[in-house]
């Protein structure tokens, strides 16, 4: 397999300025995709900001928080290997459309338990569960779905890299409305507003216009295109490696959005809005990364890139731990957003340019497990050690790990080149 970039050819055919970030627009299915989804995760993120407050209101509990957040994540863990199956072999609209509905089902469930005050703690896990579940399928499909929209493989970077911008600026605005929210009407219309946001995705999925995927009828058993894709991915080191440090960082860095409504309430003092602010804060840092990624060229380079970006989020995670001001803490969580998305992103991008076709819905369920089936188990530890030892001790221990897994990646970087070339 090679991965030579000719960078005089890629300087003749790529814009400059704007028209290079926004090159991915030009892709009607893409433009639909992005104002849909762009939408539905305001709402999503507003949702995740709610649930977190919720669970940490009613129960003051740090385990608790790291609880719903592990069952939440955990089906991606189990199911996503069957998610990358059936990513590789179906309609992948089709999946991503059913995924949605029940998304929005498990919202409006969500939002009338807490509207007519009913909620539980049990209820919110049980739900927190379901939406794993989907969320399991969903992750994989949509990341190998990007290359259907995006005709150009040039322009599948630029792609991934928007959709993390959207991603993050509603990381930016969702919290913040939520924060207002949460304080003048409570949690519940944070539920129902995320349930109806969902619309929007589903209208614009119904109205893309997508070439029919080559159906290529496979006699194998699902056990066997499993074994097949991690033979694949086990076998060939860039992808390997790439995963294990991104294993490591979901296990031991990610969990900090677990922690924040801590930090809000306990180190910094603050309430809902504090929270958001925080959210927000990590939003800003993050749509930085995503403009940064979006503006390069191509995906050469983007290995070395890896490990510098690790290194940029576990030392911004040290640094918010070390932190009571809340000036300085909303500066070191915008670093920490920056690095974690370059590092998120750049891998996945790396990742999708170097797949083989035939088995990208497979290795993309790897990432996911990699990036949210790992993270669970994160939430949980998160939630056992600041129990323990506090929050930001718990914080800074994961940053120091960060360090440490991005120094050992960066050693076999000459290895996975001559694997490239």
Wanted: net charge positive.
């Amino acid at each position: 397999m090679l991965f030579i970039m000719d960078q005089n050819n890629s300087d003749s055919v790529n814009p400059k300025g704007m028209k290079r970030v926004l090159r991915a627009f030009k892709y009607r299915n893409y433009r639909l995709f992005f104002t849909g989804q762009g939408i539905s995760v305001i709402g999503s993120w507003m949702q995740r900001i709610a649930m977190s407050w919720l669970v940490y209101h009613i129960t003051n509990s740090p385990f608790l928080l790291g609880l719903v957040g592990f069952t939440g994540q955990i089906p991606t863990l189990i199911l996503a290997p069957y998610a990358g199956v059936l990513s590789d072999r179906l309609n992948r609209i089709r999946i991503i459309t059913l995924t949605q509905f029940l998304a929005l089902l498990q919202a409006l469930t969500l939002s009338i338990l807490v509207l007519t005050d009913k909620i539980l703690v049990w209820h919110i896990v049980s739900l927190s569960i379901f939406l794993g579940i989907v969320t399991a399928f969903d992750n994989p499909t949509r990341q190998a779905f990007v290359v259907e929209m995006v005709e150009n493989k040039e322009d599948l970077g630029n792609a991934i890299a928007l959709n993390s911008f959207m991603f993050n600026s509603a990381r930016l605005i969702g919290p913040s409305i939520a924060g207002i929210l949460i304080a003048i009407a409570g949690e519940g219309i944070c539920f129902l507003i995320n349930a109806i946001s969902y619309v929007a995705v589903i209208v614009a999925l119904f109205m893309m216009k997508v070439k029919p995927k080559q159906k290529t009828e496979s006699k194998k058993r699902v056990w066997q295109e499993l074994k097949e894709g991690s033979t694949y991915v086990l076998g060939f080191p860039p992808i390997r490696n790439i995963l294990l440090l991104l294993s490591l960082i979901s296990l031991v860095g990610m969990p900090y959005t677990i922690l924040l409504p801590i930090f809000a309430k306990n180190v910094l003092g603050g309430g809902p809005q504090t929270l958001g602010f925080l959210m927000a804060g990590v939003g800003c840092g993050a749509i930085g990364g995503a403009i940064f990624l979006a503006s390069r060229k191509n995906a050469q380079g983007l290995d070395g890139i890896i490990p510098i970006a690790s290194v940029v989020f576990g030392i911004g995670l040290i640094s918010f731990s070390l932190s009571r001001i809340f000036f300085v803490s909303l500066i070191l969580i915008a670093v920490s957003g920056f690095g974690m998305m370059v590092q998120n992103v750049s891998s996945n991008t790396f990742i999708q340019t170097i797949v083989d076709d035939d088995k990208r819905g497979r290795v993309m369920s790897f990432h996911s497990m990699s990036f949210m089936g790992i993270a669970p188990f994160g939430s949980l530890l998160a939630g056992s050690l600041a129990s323990r030892i506090g929050a930001p001790n718990t914080l800074m221990l994961g940053g120091i790990a960060c360090l440490l897994g991005a120094t050992a990646f960066a050693s076999q970087l000459p290895k996975m080149r001559s694997r490239l070339t």
